[in-house]
Structure formats: C-alpha cells, structure tokens
C-alpha cells in the first residue's frame, strides 16, 4: 500500500466549554474521494478548519503530514502552498465580480504591477471547461445559480493547483440534477488525480462516489469503511454515526387533515420591481388544518418567492390576488403583521436572514415572540433562559449553553436554532423552507417526528423542499411549482419522483 | 496570592468588558501623578464631569445609531442650531424655561426624523443624508445669530442646568451632605442589585464569578461610586448636568438592556433581514433611534448653552466626532449589533479626562490632537484583536 497523502494524528481541538475533536485520526489515500460523515456537530467542519489552517498550528494538538512530511499551517495561505483547498458550505465568491476576477481572486495574474486581463480570462475559461462549465467567464456571479457558484468556487480551487480538494456540504444548497454534475466533476477530478475529502449528510451520495468513508462522533474517529470492500451501506453508517440502528427514515403518518381550509390563496401573483417582471403567476392553493402540504420544484422556480409573499411581503414585490386566513381576506404588509397572524416562516438562508450569528442561541429563539416572555415592553430574562433551554432540549440542539453565540454552533445545530424560533412563535401556520438542510439523518427523524406531532395538535405545515424523498415522505398533499406558476397538485398516494420532476420542468 | 491570581484570571478572560475601565484609570493616575495631584482635586474632577456632559449625552445616542449600522453627522451642529434656538426664545420670544426645553427637545426629535425618513424611506446612505444635515444645521446657526451674534441668556433658572449644583441639606459642615446621601443610595443600590442578579444566574446553574471575586467586584465598585461622591462632595456636590447625564444613561442602559425595545434594536443591528423576517420592523426603529438622537443633541444643544450662558455662532463643532469617538473608543462595533451605552459613557470620560490632563499639564493644542487620535486608534485597535482571539 502506498504512504497516504495526508495524515491527521491525535487531534484535539478544544473551545470553551466544548472538546470539538478528541484524539482524531484520519488518513486519506492519494487520488481517492474520501468522505467525512457525522451527526450534527460531530467534530466535521472544525477538522477540515484544522487541516486547512483556519485554526492555525498551535491552536490545536497533533499532527498533520502531507506526504509524510510534517505540517505547521500558521494560516490558510500555507495549506494552499501545500496544495489544499477548501470550499465551505457558505460560498466565498464576490457577487459582484465577473467569473474570471472571482477564479483570480487572491491569485491575480500580473505582468509586472498590471493585471494580464487577456491572460485571466484565457485561463479562467480554461478552468470553466475543466469543471464542465459551459458560461461566458465574464458573466456576474449574481447572475449564476448556487450549482454554477458552487462548481466557480471549483474553478477557483483548481487554478492554484490544488492536490486536496476539502468540500464541506457541496450538495446540501444544490437540487438533485446539479449535486449529479457536482459528483461527476469529482470523479473526474480524481482520474485527474486530485484526492478529495468531502462532508456530507447525503448518505446516498456517500455512498455512490466514496472510496472511503470516515465516521466521526462527538468529536471521536470511530471508523474508516474502505467501499472496494463493500464495507459502506447505509445501515452501516448511521449505525456508526448515531450510535444506534434507525430503521425509519420517516415517522409513521397517524394524522389526518381536517377539511378546514386555514389559509388559501387565489389568482395570486407578484411582480418583482428589482428584477424588473413577474415572479409569481396565477397561484391558486388551499392548506388545510392538520395538513403537512409539500411544496415541490427546482431552485428558482418561485417556491421561496411564493412563502415570502405570503409572509409579509418583506421583498416588497407588487402583489395581486387574494389571501383568505379562516375565510377572511387579509392582507399582510409587512412580516410582523403575518406573524400576528399566526405566520411563521423558516429561511432557506440561516445564515443570510435566519439567524443573528453575533448573538446567543436564547436571543435567537425568542427574537420572533418576545412578546410572549414580556411585560410592558420589558423582557423576562429569566423566563427567555427558561424558553430557549426547553427548545434546546426538545430540538436537542448540541452546545454547551443557551448563552452560546449562534455562530460557535455547528451548521446543523444552527439550523435547529433558526427551527426553535418559529416553533416558540407557536404558529398556526408554519412556512418551512429547506427544513433539513444541513441536518443530520438523525435529527432529520426528530424534526419530522415534531412535525407530525405538530400537525396532530392542529397546526398547518407548508413544507417547500428539493429533497424529493422528503417531500414524498411527509407530505399530505404536494403543489408542484415550476416558473412561479402551480404546475400541478397531487395527492400522497399518486405521488412519485417521476410525476413531480415531470411537473416541474414541463 | 490566590486571591490575586484569581484577579488576574478574571480580568484576563473578561478583558475586553474591564479594558475600558482599566484604561480611564491609568489616565486618571497618569494625569494626578503628572499634575501633582491637580487633576484628581473635587474642583477639577466636578469640571470635568460638567464638561463631559454634553458630549456624553450625544455619545449614548450615537451608540445605538452605529449598533443599527448608521452613522449622524449632522448632531454637532443641530446641537449647536437647537441651543441657539433656546437662546432666541428666551431672550427675543421671551418663553420660560420649562416651555423652553420640551420645544427645543421636541424641534431635536423632529429633526432626527426628518434624517430617518431620508436614510429609511428615500434608502439614502446616513452618511450622506446627515452630512446634508451638517451643512444646514450649520448655515442654519449662521443664518439666525446673523443679526445679533453670540445671544447671552440672562435666564437664571436656564443657566443652572448647565452650572448649577443641587441643593443641600445642612448636617455635616464642609461637605456636601446630599451628594454623599446619594452616592451611599448609589452603592446600596448595586449591591442589592448585584446580589439579587448573582442569585437568580445561580438558580439557573449559570456561571457567576467566584464568591472571593464577586466580593472583590462588589467591593472595588463601591469604592469608586464612593470616591466620585467623596471628591464632588468635597467641591459643590452633584451638578445638574452630571443629574441629568446619569439620568439619560439609566434609562438608555435599561431601554437597552432589558426592554424588546432593545432587544430589537441590537438584532437588526446584527442582520437586518433576518430581524425583519422575525417580525422586527426596520424602518421604524431607524425612526426611533435618528429621532431619540435627535432628542438628545437638543439635549446637548441645552446643557452646551446654558454652560456658557449663551449661544455662540460655533457651538456644537466637532461634538459629532467627539461622540463618535467616545462610542467607538468605548466598544462599539462598526460592523453593527455590538455596543453598550455605558460603554460609550466610559469613552467619552476617556476622551474628555485627556483634554482636561492635558490642559492642566499645559500640552499644546496640537499634540492633544495627537495624542487624542493615538488614544482612539489604539483602542479600537485593542477591541478589534481581543475579539477576535475569542474566535
Ligand atoms: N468557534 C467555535 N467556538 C465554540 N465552539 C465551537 C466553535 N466551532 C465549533 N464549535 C463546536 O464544536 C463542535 C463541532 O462543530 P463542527 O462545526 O465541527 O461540527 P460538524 O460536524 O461540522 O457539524 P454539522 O454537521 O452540524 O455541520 C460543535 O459542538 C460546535 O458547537
Ligand atoms: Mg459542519
């Protein structure tokens, strides 16, 4: 067998009051795909920071060696030296910027104290056709979907010559055909002989690129499964990662939704002045009481566009049409009204406008309701301490207290903050968009067994998701949006992966 | 010496939160030493607070627009334009003082809203729509002295606000009895207050400070409740404007501490979107705080005029920038959501104890300039690395 390319040995990592890595190990063979899999909070993210120098020689104690040769990043520039790269789930590119100046950026290429543009942009079209990319490289990055984002932030990792390529949670911001392409890049990547390490709460994509696979557990290496030996199934995983076996992906539906219809929309329709036309056509849509409705349709189709419009209108799109709560009209003009109403809406976005990353887990959670825990306009810190810490248990969100800064907090547990707030505004109608991004397959069960408890007690779930299983496990009743009109409506029992898709790129 | 390093501990993981306390007593001690003991004389002290004043006043308020991510420049000179406005009525309209203040506080608050409605309706930047307000303010206190020049307010009851002291009760001879009343209510008050917030962090099983510590904060803070009382006692006791500053800055610490209110606030301060997808409304708190700011540079208007009974064709330069230093010399975070009032309090002594050592020690003009711009530099420059070893 030949030496490793990188070797991790006996990492600790440490944050007050949370031993983040406890004596990790992690090898990873040359030109191979290795995948980093783990609960929410597990250790992840924090051992590709310590590999890539985030957190810098010293701050840690162990090990690296790439090659077998030692390694003592001070910062990310030395682990790029050494040919590492990483792409964090939150994407780093300059929106404003063209491809080219993004793929550059950091790494111009000059002759002399002057930028070579012609230069640039024949390498960076060079790079775009390395990762598939088939766009003019002077295109804005606004202009681009997060999947073509996501394969620009490749692009960029490739033209400094990157050996390692470090991908935290590429896939859980991109719909099923654009984590296709995503994965298919890897492979080829690996032919071209890059080795990558990628994290991943998709076991099914796990499964289908993984060399290897290494589990990590509250902060712990608890296995390396090598998949040319058949060692990595999905029973396997989770049981290794939780700890336990999990035999249902979804909760038992026992509930049943009323005929009362909650909310309803007709002839609905928004235009964006931003952008200059019509994002939202013709909508009509009914939610029943005890009714989880599934929203289904692929990025950019309107789904997120429709829930904020109906939320207060905080964009403030031109709207027509007419929304009905109970059988009354009402009209929403701005998101605190729609809360007041009994609206609650989860951002597919935490950390752009879900979450206040600077403050702690118990102000985030009680932000959208502080009326409930105080009197004339004075807070109850006592009862918000109490509050967050009954989220923090029902959720099972990991951290050491509620006083706990939100940005401290893993991804997945960050996201079950974002949840703890819209379930204390104690909703009637909960809009969630992207419930599970970024959420382990174990707190993926816990928050659907919430939902269907949520719907027994009569509350009315709107759920909008890319991820089919999902949509198709959950759901009493599917809306198919596609180009911000309804494509079509179907009912648990007819639906499929096939209908929908169809609906929704028709 | 267990004690003692336990101190250090404490001081050591909580730097950021004493930084600034520790800093304005090294120049306090500095400037005794260098004065021979001028400096911390009741006379000056008193002086020193009574200047501070004004600019404290502006500072509080300009902490809650940069924790909203905004910025007034315009509040020198409607400070200076609000206080030449009492003058004329006083002296031309010939109103009395208690009509006098709630009008002028009240032109303050409608002032601050006309910048909030260019900076939350128009999407104007505030830097630009209140540089708009500095150049008009500032014709404006041209444009009505223009006939008389500096107006002197001979109005009594006026003038004391920003030279009087309060009153006091005869017991005692040679100090001011009152004042030292107040400052023992003072410190029964914190610990009390210490206490009961020690015991309720305790039946949450929060971390509080060790017994030996707590005992060490609670002693250390009477002490200096105690000392300030004992040294303005010495001289004419509490001033009015030192009253009126204390009062701003309880209810500005509560509003921002404890009220939703505040909370609001601080959350659209650390991101905006997501403050208003919780049902926080943006625009209408940028009006409650450009108006409160507003109100407070009357405010400052009213207690700069009544200092120097009268109303001069250059008040209120430079208290823009005055306060923004103080606020950021006192942590607030240019990045927004991060800053306390009593914080911005601390750095307007700061700012305010430099010019008055340095007056005393008889230092140029334009090395205090200097001097004043290190002092900033260094500690912003000082916030900005602790907070990010905390990362
Ligand atoms: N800067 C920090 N300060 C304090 N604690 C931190 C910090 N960063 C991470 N942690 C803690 O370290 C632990 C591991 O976090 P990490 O982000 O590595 O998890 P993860 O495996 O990537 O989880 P997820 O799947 O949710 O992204 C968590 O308990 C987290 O709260
Ligand atoms: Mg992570």
Redesign the pocket.
Known sequence: MTPPILEMKNITKE????K?LDNVSFSVQEGVIHCLV??????????M?VLSGVYPYGEYSGEILIRGVPQRFSGIRDSEKAGIGIIYQELALVPEMTVYENIFLGNEIRRGMVMDWNETIRRASQMLRKVRLDINPATRVKDLGVGKQQLIEIAKALSREVKILIL??PTSALNEDDSQNLLNLLRDLKAQGVTCIM?S?KLKEVIAIADAVTV?RD?RTICTLDAHKGEVSENVLIKNMVGREINHIFPPKEHQPSDEVVLEVRNWGAYDPNLGRKILKNINLKLHKGEILGIAGLMGSGRTELALSLFGNSRGYHLEGELYLHGQRRQFSHPHEAIRAGLAYLTEDRKGNGLILIQDVKQNISLANLEEISRNGIVDNNAEVKIANQYKMVLNI??PSVE?KV????????QKVCLGRWLFARPEVLILDEPTR?I?VGAKYEIYTIMTQLVQQGMSIIMISSELPEILGMSDRIYVVSSGRIAGELSASEATQEKIMQLATD | MSLFRNAQKVLRENIREYGMYIALFVIMAIFTITTRGTFISSRNISNLLNQTGYIAVLAVGMTLVIVIRHIDLSVGFLAGFLGAVAAIALVFWKLPTWVVIPLVLGLGVLAGCITAFLVAQLKIPSFVASLAGWLIYRGAILLVTAGTGTIIIPDATYNAIGNGYIPDIQVIPGVHNLTLLLGVVAILLFIVNEISDRRKKLAYNFEVLSTDMFILKLLFMSGLIGAITWVLAGYNGLSWTVVVVLVVVAIYHFVTTQTVLGRHIYAIGGNPEAAELSGVSVKKLIYVVFGSMGMLSALSGILFSSRLQSATTTAGTLFELDAIAAAYVGGVSAAGGVGKVIGSIIGALVMTSLTSGMNLMGIDISLQYIVRGAVLAFAVIFDVTTRNRG?
Do not use: R
């Not at chain 1, 940005?407 to 960050?414: T, V």
């Open positions: 944050f007050p009051g949370v983040a783990g609960e929410n909070g597990a250790g992840k993210s924090t051992l920071k935290d949670e994290i709460h990590l902060g990991k951290t706990q940005m401290n907090l893993s991804g997945g547990n960050q970024g382990d | 990362k």
